[in-house]
């Protein structure tokens, strides 16, 4: 069963050249996405900065109204809820930001702040302190820990107490914006084994957001692949990395670093700098390899591929299948 | 090869009130001319440190290069005072930071910050032909439009765009050394790989010197000859990368490239993990500084600091299971 539905998901932001000018001109954030997200399962939604992923993140929250489009979560549709109506929904739905400095408010001790929700949320006081202790060994610490300051935490012990922090209302979906981006090597390992963990016990969702490919091609089930506010390839995890059909998950994964590609060098098109695009045209036109007459008159749907994998270009709707193993030698 | 850097035994200390923290503590390394150096370890383990160390870059106040010795092109740079050490800042020695925003000044065009440089290191370019000396080298570093983006402002650039700047800065006084601080790690994948092609092309051409930073184990592997693993102020690992790649020998390493999830994994298996966290600088543990999370410690270790120990000719790795084999 779906847990989260979005169904066209639109966002426009109004943009001005300068705060007097009278003109205003509309930037495309997010156009027409459908996601759905299965109970228990994680989707992997990558793109590079800008391409509209933090604004759908917001969009689930409801901390962003959609110019248009619905969020159904559990076939409720939440888009247009009242403040006061939404208030029950949100303890399903929760949020790890990236930056566990800027996201901890200073001042708190680290038991204050997983209890902040609680309270938000009017647990009775004398459960409270339990149920803090309960989430902070959930998450891998211990009880020295609550006493504590933010700023007398790693990295690594930051983000545990943001994720106990989400956990606190046994939230439905966890949204994941860029949750391990900032952290070490070492440590990102431990948050991902912990995020993995937490999902099999609680049967959480996760909606994962990030930039790593291969960070999210270790934790999704499905990944979808956003390119200028548009999903442009989507579909289960293993089958889009083994045969990546869009030239723009081509290039990500080609952009890759990897050991095996020393002392070979490619050169990669610029792809910057050709911001200028028609509105007629596919919008990765400007920048693609393999682009034709026709990707500049005509706007590529989301096509069904194979079962299970949907991409939005002309040239890999026409070619019909590929050999599944194409692409697959990339690391 | 000739060795154009060699920093023996550096330390570089800070005091804080009453404590002393060792961010560089006994670190050699070497870069050979025309080679990339690539320095890989986590957050606070002296990396940085070290690269601000080679031009007396360091934050001022209680931090100070405590003993040591930084040979660069036949000089001690720690002999040098201020004004000689000036002359080598940038022009033999260049830097290239991680955040290419706030490294460019916001109220100065392109032109500006780019003859800046120009007028205080290559004191033969003509004011007259200063223009088209500062397209060539936009263009060299891939910069399309060169002519007119001179007079953009940094808020107008891209991203990678503005690194590309940065580093056009970095080697108009055609340094023998580039030092590259986390070049890459706040840019996109796409733009990523075209910063780091750009760097291997620039030290075939210009037979560069590059010290390599990074927290980006697979960005190092792609790129360096060279590889420097750090941990908690010290180096533990020091080899061609071909090597190091193909037998890391400390546990250190071999933990970092257990935990990195690969791209060709299947996923949902468990990831290695190296447990406990990098210690606080100042609060190293006894003995070598990497046991209390390593799985193959024994006894001598919590005891005594092993050495570097050579093995291979020229792996360095400062571990004790290294000692008899």
């Not at chain 1, 890759?256 to 792809?271: F, Q």
């Not at chain 2, 920093?7 to 503590?25: E, G, P």
């Not at chain 2, 031009?55 to 092109?73: H, M």
Request: hydrophobic share 40%; proline share 5%; net charge neutral.
């Amino acid at each position: 069963m779906a847990l989260l539905k979005l169904l066209d998901i639109t966002k426009f932001y109004e943009s001005r050249e300068s705060i007097f000018s009278l003109n205003t001109g509309l930037n495309r954030a997010v156009y027409k996405v459908n996601i759905n997200i299965k109970h228990g399962t994680t989707l992997g939604l990558v793109g590079e900065s800008g391409c509209g992923k933090s604004t759908l993140a917001k969009i689930i929250l409801k901390l962003l109204k959609p110019t248009s489009g619905t969020v159904l979560f559990e076939d409720e549709n939440i888009t247009d809820l009242r403040e006061n109506d939404f208030r029950l929904r949100r303890r399903d739905i929760q949020i790890v930001f990236q930056d566990p400095y800027s996201s901890l408010s200073p001042r708190l001790r680290i038991k204050s702040i997983i209890a902040e929700p609680l309270i938000a949320f009017k647990m009775p006081p004398q459960e409270i302190d339990a149920r803090v202790r309960e989430l902070i060994s959930q998450v891998g610490l211990n009880e020295v820990h609550l006493d504590r300051l933010p700023h007398q935490l790693s990295g690594g012990e930051r983000q545990r107490v943001g994720i106990a922090r989400a956990l606190a209302t046994s939230p439905k979906l966890l949204v994941l914006d860029e949750a391990v981006s900032s952290l070490d090597l070492s440590t990102q390992a431990q948050v991902l084994n912990l995020l993995e963990d937490l999902q099999k016990k609680y049967q959480l969702t996760y909606l994962f957001i990030a930039h790593n490919l291969s960070v999210v091609r270790h934790i999704s089930d499905e990944v979808a692949v956003m390119y200028k506010g548009e999903i442009v390839e989507q579909g289960e995890s293993n089958i889009v990395y083994n045969n990546p059909l869009h030239p723009y998950t081509r290039l990500l994964i080609s952009s890759m670093p990897s050991p095996e590609k020393r002392g070979k060098r490619e050169s990669v098109k610029n792809i910057e700098g050709s911001e200028q695009r028609e509105l007629k045209a596919c919008s990765f036109y400007a920048n693609c390899p393999k682009h034709e007459d026709k990707c500049k008159s005509q706007l590529p749907g989301l096509v069904e591929i194979e079962p299970g994998h949907w991409v939005r270009c002309l040239k890999a709707a026409n070619s019909e299948k590929r050999p599944r193993d194409e692409g697959r030698s990339l690391r | 090869m000739e060795k154009l850097l060699e920093i023996k035994n550096l330390k570089t200390y800070f005091y804080q009130d009453s404590s002393i923290v060792k961010a560089v503590d006994d670190v050699s390394i070497s870069i050979e001319k025309n080679s990339i150096l690539g320095v890989v370890g986590e957050s606070g383990c002296g990396k940085t440190m070290t690269a601000l160390s080679i031009a007396r870059l360091l934050p001022g106040a209680g931090c100070e290069i405590v003993s040591g010795s930084i040979r660069f092109d036949g000089m001690e740079l720690l002999d040098l005072n201020n004004e000689e050490l000036r002359k080598i800042r940038g022009s033999k020695i260049a830097y290239v930071f991680q955040e290419p925003s706030t490294s460019l000044n916001p109220v100065l065009s392109i032109k500006e910050q780019l003859a800046e440089v120009v007028l205080l290191h290559c004191l033969d370019i003509h004011a007259d032909i200063i223009d088209d000396f500062l397209i060539k080298a936009l263009e060299a570093v891939g910069i399309s439009n060169a002519a007119s983006k001179m007079f953009a402002y940094p808020h107008q650039l891209s991203g990678g765009e503005k690194q590309r700047v940065m580093i056009a800065m970095a080697i108009i006084s055609k340094p023998l050394l580039l030092i590259a601080d986390e070049p890459t790690t706040a840019l996109d994948v796409t733009i990523q790989s075209q910063i780091l092609d750009l760097i291997l092309e620039l030290k075939e051409k210009l037979g560069l010197a590059v010290m390599f930073i990074s927290h980006d184990l697979n960005v190092v592997a792609q790129l360096s000859d060279y590889i420097c693993v750090m941990y908690a102020g010290q180096v533990v690992e020091f080899s061609p990368a071909k090597a190091l790649l193909e037998n890391p020998m400390h546990p250190y390493t071999k933990g970092l490239f257990d935990c990195l999830p690969l791209f060709k994994d299947k996923g949902k298996d468990k990831l290695n993990e190296i447990p406990g966290e990098v210690p606080k600088s100042g609060d190293f543990p006894k003995g070598c500084r990497f046991h209390p999370r390593c799985s193959k410690k024994f006894e001598r270790c919590e005891r005594e600091m092993p050495p570097l120990f050579v093995k291979n000719k020229n792996q360095e790795v400062r571990c004790w299971l290294y000692l008899n084999s």
